[in-house]
């Protein structure tokens, strides 16, 4: 048997079009904002895109492939520390889905981007775009939001991008891992078995439900500001 010749599903299709699409939206959004105007139409369509992928992978991971499952990688202090001492314990599967490093990573993104749309719901440029709930809110409150949204919120998320982008030409150049083609192919070969996620018809049709309910949600929220 050669070192790695078991293929695992590690990301199922909910997961992997979750994290193409989202890379979508946060780019187009970034550019569209960089050029105001009649782009910021396009602005608010990518970033209520944005709130329906983020709720919908909120709830992904809770009920979504194991693999993707926030308990899957939420690890402890010390699991950390072990992995980066090079000591991680047999069937703790580190490399298979993300890594403690990783996960960082990955919670610090979604946050970031949690609150980026979030504080844009409330915004105001003061010249022709505010956001749907700006009237829930006082005007100080939503300059303060807006600030966020529009400075340190926006470079805050180049930075991890262009650190998450850094971290897999770190893996694929000196590791020699390949981190983009499993979330194209959605398998990776181990040299030892890993468990699986489930992603069947059954699953997709539930991510499906789940991703136009929360487009719905999004859309609601949207009409609020009509």
């Not at 992904?60 to 402890?76: D, E, I, L, N, P």
């Not at 890993?194 to 789940?210: F, I, Q, Y």
Request: proline fraction near 4%.
């Amino acid at each position: 048997m050669n070192e790695a010749s078991i293929a695992v599903r590690v990301w199922d299709l909910p997961t992997r079009s979750f994290h193409w699409l989202l890379a979508l939206c946060v780019v187009a959004s970034i550019v569209s904002a960089q050029l105001g105007g009649n782009a910021m139409v396009w602005h608010f369509r990518f970033g209520y895109g944005a709130f329906s992928l983020l709720a919908f992978r909120l709830l992904w991971g809770v009920v979504g492939g194991h693999w993707s499952r926030f308990a899957t990688f939420a690890y402890a202090p010390a699991t950390t520390l072990r992995y980066l001492r090079g000591h991680s314990r047999e069937g703790e599967f580190h490399d298979v889905g993300h890594s403690p490093l990783g996960a960082f990573s990955v919670f610090g993104l979604i946050a970031l981007l949690v609150a980026q749309v979030g504080t844009g719901l409330f915004a105001d440029d003061e010249i022709a775009s505010t956001g749907p709930l700006v009237r829930f809110v006082s005007e100080a409150t939503s300059h303060a939001l807006s600030r966020w949204h529009r400075g340190p919120g926006q470079w805050l998320i180049v930075a991890l991008v262009a650190l998450h982008v850094g971290a897999i030409l770190y893996y694929r150049l000196l590791k020699k891992r390949d981190l983009v083609r499993p979330m194209l192919t959605g398998d990776k070969r181990l040299a030892v078995a890993a468990p699986p996620s489930v992603d069947n018809a059954r699953s997709r049709t539930l991510a499906l439900a789940l991703l136009l309910a929360c487009a719905g949600v999004a859309a609601w929220v949207a009409s609020l500001g009509s």
